[in-house]
Structure formats: structure tokens, C-alpha cells
């Protein structure tokens, strides 16, 4: 029996007039960096004041990364404003029956599903420096595999987001070692564009389904590497729904106030009258289901990908 956290559920209402102009106020739009203006996104200043821990939706303090190519990245002196960071590890195999690390799957894969602004690290996760090594070294390779299949300016675009981990998480101090070092990153970890903390779910996709796997009565569905594209997908998704809220006034109503509940639970939304109501011409329904502990994997902790959520709407007390 899981239990959910239901963070919000909220009514947003918009007026006639504040429907004219749905897009952000002009401030909100201005960049200050080349790549969000490239992009055209918004950007926000790196927070300094993040702590050193690793808790899921907590601010990202500042760490750095040892990189295959000799180089160090750091968080702070990388960050954009408008980026998405995915921290990759090596330790899925692709199923049961194929032991390979689900990286062998297809980087070009992985890119060709992916927004633009995101970085990539594969990370040798709690191994040893010589399988670290190896592993990086394979990495290189099929990320070569990949350029091969874009433009030059493509390739150049993905060059500077694909990142391959020199060193072991085991070896490595700060955030990422810590990250893998807990269950909460064990599937992986992400840095949103508000420099938040957010973990990975699992990477079974659909179209790896197989039927020797399901005839052996395992999970059918292979891991693919280009499951993590929709990680960063829905995290611009979040950012691009903030981005419009913050360009209106809406008028919110909570449901849910970051309760956690199992199995059943009903809430009551009461909308204002009749005369209020038809001042507004859009209304918009919005359910974040979260895990309600975040010192713990997702797996086992959030509710499964399948629950469900209703709305009914009564038009009078009966």
C-alpha cells in the first residue's frame, strides 16, 4: 500500500481581461546569458545560500565533478539560469536477460528525445577507478557513435552537454558522491532550472517490450537510456507553467494542502458565485502527486505511475 503526497490540487481562474495577455511580463523574459538568450529562456541567478545535503526538492549546493576529458565541473561557475542537469548512473543493465549497462542502449536515441537545455553526466557509480575507467572509455565511444548521426552544429550543441565522469561517485565529495551514496539517488538525480533537487524514476520504455521476458515472468519492458529525456521534459514543463502563474493574476483555490493519503481520498472545491464566475473565461485543474518521504527512493515510496484523478462537477447541493 503506497501513500501519495498530493502537494496541490488548486482551481486557477482567469479573468476576461487577464486572459488579453497570457505571456510573461517583459522583465520575466530578459536574459543575461548567452545560451538562455539563444534559447530564448528566462533565467535566474545561481543561489549560493544552498545547503550541503541531499534531499529531494531541497536547493543544490554548490559541487563539483571530476570529468574524463581533465577538466572540473562545478555547479556554480556552469550555471545558466535556464539548464536542466541529469546525473546518470551506470549500474541498470538493460534487463535481466542482457547484463550490458542500459547506457549501450543509444545515446543519438537519448538526444533525438531530448529539449535542448539539458546536460547529461554518466557517472561510474560506487565502482572501482579501473572499472570507472572502462567504463568511461566505452561511454566516449558510443557518445562518438552518436555525433555521427548530426549536423556539425548539432554535434557541437551536444558536445558541450555530454558529460562523462572521471572518477568513481564513490570518489568524488559533495553532492554527487553523496547523492549516489544514498537510496535516494540511487536511480539518479537531477538539478531543475530552479536549482532544485529532484530524483529519477525507472527507465522501462514501452518499446522495449519482450516477449521472452514476459514468458518468463519477468517485467517485459527493457530499460532504455532515452527514458531519461523525460525527466528534464517535464522539469521545463514545471518551469514553463511557473513562468506563465507568475505572468497573471489568477485567482487559486486548494483542494489539497500537501496532505499524505492512501488509497481513497475526496476533496470539496467550492466555486465563488454566479455573478463572480462569469467574470472568468478559462479554468485550469492542476494535481502534483509527490513521494511523501524524501529521504527515500522513489521506488517503493511514490505512488505508482497509474493513479488516478476525478473531477466531478455538481450544479446544485443535490
Known amino acids: 500500500m503506497y501513500q501519495v503526497l498530493l502537494s496541490s490540487l488548486w482551481f486557477l481562474g482567469c479573468s476576461d481581461k487577464e486572459a488579453e495577455d497570457t505571456g510573461p511580463p517583459q522583465e520575466e523574459v530578459q536574459t543575461d546569458h548567452p545560451i538562455c538568450n539563444a534559447l530564448?529562456?528566462?533565467?535566474?541567478?545561481?543561489?549560493?545560500?544552498?545547503?550541503?545535503?541531499?534531499?529531494?526538492?531541497?536547493?543544490?549546493?554548490?559541487?563539483?565533478?571530476?570529468?574524463?576529458?581533465?577538466?572540473?565541473?562545478?555547479?556554480?561557475?556552469?550555471?545558466?539560469?535556464?539548464?536542466?542537469?541529469?546525473?546518470?548512473?551506470?549500474?541498470?543493465?538493460?534487463?535481466?536477460?542482457?547484463?550490458?549497462?542500459?547506457?549501450?542502449?543509444?545515446?543519438?536515441?537519448?538526444?533525438?528525445?531530448s529539449d535542448l537545455n539539458v546536460h547529461y553526466f554518466?557517472?561510474?557509480?560506487?565502482?572501482?577507478?579501473?572499472?570507472?575507467?572502462?567504463?568511461?572509455?566505452?561511454?566516449?565511444?558510443?557518445?562518438?557513435?552518436a555525433m555521427l548521426g548530426l549536423t556539425e552544429n548539432q554535434a557541437k550543441w551536444w558536445r558541450d552537454r555530454l558529460h562523462v565522469v572521471g572518477a568513481s561517485s564513490s570518489d568524488i565529495s559533495g553532492l554527487l558522491g553523496d547523492g549516489f551514496a544514498s537510496s535516494v539517488g540511487s536511480y539518479g538525480?537531477?538539478?531543475?532550472?530552479?536549482?532544485?533537487?529532484?530524483?529519477l524514476g525507472y527507465f522501462p520504455h514501452?518499446?522495449?517490450?519482450?516477449?521472452?521476458?514476459?514468458?518468463?515472468?519477468?517485467?517485459?519492458?527493457?530499460?532504455?537510456?532515452?527514458?531519461?529525456?523525460?525527466e528534464a521534459i517535464y522539469f521545463n514543463f514545471e518551469a514553463e507553467r511557473q513562468i506563465r502563474l507568475d505572468a497573471i493574476d489568477a485567482t487559486e483555490v486548494p483542494v489539497f494542502g500537501g496532505d499524505v493519503i492512501e488509497q481513497f481520498e475526496d476533496g470539496t472545491l467550492a466555486l465563488p458565485d454566479a455573478q463572480t464566475m462569469s467574470t472568468f473565461d478559462t479554468m485550469e485543474i492542476d494535481i502534483r502527486m509527490e513521494c511523501p518521504d524524501k529521504d527515500k527512493a522513489e521506488i517503493g515510496n511514490c505512488g505508482a505511475w497509474d493513479y488516478l484523478a476525478h473531477m466531478w462537477l455538481y450544479d446544485d447541493a443535490n
Open 189 to 199: 538525480f537531477g538539478i531543475d532550472r530552479e536549482q532544485k533537487i529532484r530524483t
Open 40 to 113: 530564448d529562456l528566462p533565467t535566474r541567478p545561481y543561489d549560493s545560500t544552498g545547503p550541503q545535503m541531499f534531499r529531494r526538492h531541497q536547493p543544490a549546493g554548490d559541487f563539483s565533478v571530476p570529468l574524463r576529458d581533465g577538466s572540473t565541473w562545478t555547479l556554480s561557475e556552469k550555471w545558466t539560469g535556464c539548464e536542466n542537469y541529469i546525473f546518470l548512473p551506470h549500474w541498470f543493465s538493460i534487463s535481466p536477460e542482457k547484463p550490458e549497462t542500459y547506457w549501450s542502449t543509444g545515446v543519438l536515441d537519448l538526444l533525438i528525445e
Open 206 to 230: 514501452v518499446s522495449g517490450y519482450s516477449n521472452s521476458l514476459a514468458s518468463a515472468g519477468e517485467w517485459p519492458y527493457e530499460n532504455r537510456l532515452f527514458a531519461a529525456a523525460y
Open 122 to 145: 554518466f557517472v561510474p557509480a560506487r565502482t572501482s577507478q579501473e572499472d570507472a575507467d572502462a567504463l568511461g572509455a566505452q561511454m566516449e565511444e558510443w557518445i562518438e557513435e
